[in-house]
């Protein structure tokens, strides 16, 4: 079983809609979680933390976290082409270890 | 401005030279990293360093060494025994004491061995 395991893309969603990016972790000590935004060829950037279960927004982002279940997800509402981006994963450990999903690919149609 | 410097942005090198790439940071944060990215994967841990003089292995180290003898900076060399050098190299840092402090990124390395 792989650490971080992101839902397979590319993901295609039409402007204005909903995407939905899911993400599960095997380790039960993870603290943290993070979503970061990578555009071809860049370094990722940082969307969203979460800490604690149960949802956290920020403008059109929501993340979701259940620890107990171990996963986390990112809803990006009214989807524009500029999210099309990869979306990566990245729960932290007590040990500071940052492991990141394999990431999904998100592609947002005009 | 803080932030992370890596340098070069792309390197050439040929089979069988160790290669070093730099990264340094100015934002005083504790903890470094560093990532390879093969096209279309995700980011794979190669080594991290929690505290200056300490580092701890990730999941890919073989054919890889560090030192952490500055806060500021976190080289990594690529050797001749790493099998499939040819990457994108990301150095990344936190703040070590929060772990609710996000990774910040440098604009990564480009390694090509021919």
């Known amino acids: 079983q792989k650490e971080v395991e992101q839902n397979s893309g590319p993901l295609s969603v039409p402007e204005g809609a909903i995407a939905s990016l899911n993400c599960t972790y095997s380790?039960?000590?993870?603290?943290?979680f993070f979503w970061y935004r990578q555009y071809s060829g860049k370094s990722p950037e940082l969307i969203m933390s979460i800490y604690s279960n149960g949802d956290k927004e920020d403008g059109r982002f929501t993340a979701q976290l259940n620890k107990a279940s171990q996963y986390v997800s990112l809803l990006i509402r009214d989807s524009q082409p500029s999210d099309s981006a990869t979306y990566l994963c990245?729960?932290?450990?007590?040990?500071?270890?940052?492991?990141f999903g394999q990431g999904t690919e998100l592609s947002v149609k005009p | 401005d803080g932030g992370i410097t890596q340098s070069p942005k792309y390197l050439f090198r040929k089979e069988g030279q160790n290669v070093t790439l730099s990264c340094e940071q100015n934002l005083n944060h504790d903890a470094m990293y560093w990532y390879r990215q093969d096209p279309g994967q995700g980011l794979r841990l190669i080594y991290y360093s929690q505290i200056v003089n300490d580092f701890q292995k990730g999941d890919i180290a073989e054919g890889y060494s560090v030192s952490r003898e500055k806060k500021e900076s976190f080289p990594l060399t690529v050797t001749s025994a790493q099998k499939n050098p040819t990457a994108f190299y990301l150095c990344a840092s936190k703040q070590a004491s929060s772990y609710n402090s996000p990774l910040h990124f440098g604009n990564g390395t480009r390694l090509t061995v021919t």
């Open positions: 380790d039960r000590g993870s603290q943290s």
């Open positions: 990245a729960p932290q450990n007590q040990g500071g270890k940052l492991i």
